[in-house]
């Protein structure tokens, strides 16, 4: 045999055992070829929907439970801009964090104590629409104040 032929047989006895390669991993789920829980999240993902959709009891309106969550949150956010407000050190930052927490809540309240994502998208447009109008106005006047 010559000594190509040997360094070739050494190769594959070292790296391949009959059709597979030495460095194959065993199968499992992740090997087909869209896994269950890829990404960042995991399975997280999957049981937070699943979680949402029984708290929200899926296709109709939320449970007590939810509302409460809902009012909780609320009440953090609204105690968050309250505290933002005696930071001085924030400056010029405490309008547009102020404007995120509001447009925060204003999609909370609107989406569900209004139950907004029950009806026609329409509705959320005109929602929305109105809220972007209004922080438009503030802007606009808070620039001719400047002036």
Same mark, same amino acid.
């Given at each position: 045999?010559?000594?190509?032929?040997?360094?070739?047989?050494?190769?594959? !006895?070292?790296?391949?055992?009959?059709?597979?390669?030495?460095?194959?991993?065993?199968? !499992?789920?992740?090997?087909?070829?869209?896994?269950?829980?890829?990404?960042?999240?995991?399975?997280?993902? *999957?049981? *937070?929907? +699943?979680?949402?959709?029984?708290?929200?009891? +899926?296709?109709?309106?939320? +449970?007590?439970?939810?509302?409460?969550?809902?009012g909780?949150?609320? +009440?953090?956010?609204?105690?968050?801009?309250?505290?933002?407000?005696?930071?001085?050190?924030?400056?010029?930052?405490?309008?547009?964090?102020?404007?995120?927490?509001?447009?925060?809540?204003?999609?909370?309240?609107?989406?569900f104590?209004?139950?907004?994502?029950?009806? !026609?998208?329409?509705?959320?447009?005109?929602?929305?629409?109105?809220?972007?109008?209004?922080i438009?106005?503030?802007?606009?006047?808070?620039?001719?104040?400047?002036?």
């Amino acid at each position: 045999m010559s000594l190509i032929k040997k360094i070739k047989q050494i190769w594959i !006895n070292t790296m391949f055992h009959g059709t597979k390669t030495y460095f194959d991993l065993p199968k !499992n789920e992740y090997d087909i070829p869209n896994p269950q829980h890829e990404g960042p999240f995991g399975s997280s993902l *999957s049981k *937070s929907i +699943s979680l949402f959709k029984k708290l929200t009891r +899926s296709g109709g309106h939320g +449970s007590p439970a939810f509302y409460l969550i809902i009012g909780v949150i609320l +009440s953090i956010l609204t105690y968050i801009e309250f505290a933002i407000f005696y930071v001085e050190s924030l400056g010029v930052l405490m309008v547009p964090i102020l404007i995120i927490l509001s447009l925060g809540k204003f999609i909370l309240v609107v989406a569900f104590f209004m139950h907004l994502r029950f009806d !026609n998208k329409l509705l959320t447009y005109i929602f929305f629409s109105g809220f972007v109008l209004a922080i438009l106005i503030f802007l606009i006047l808070m620039i001719l104040q400047a002036f």
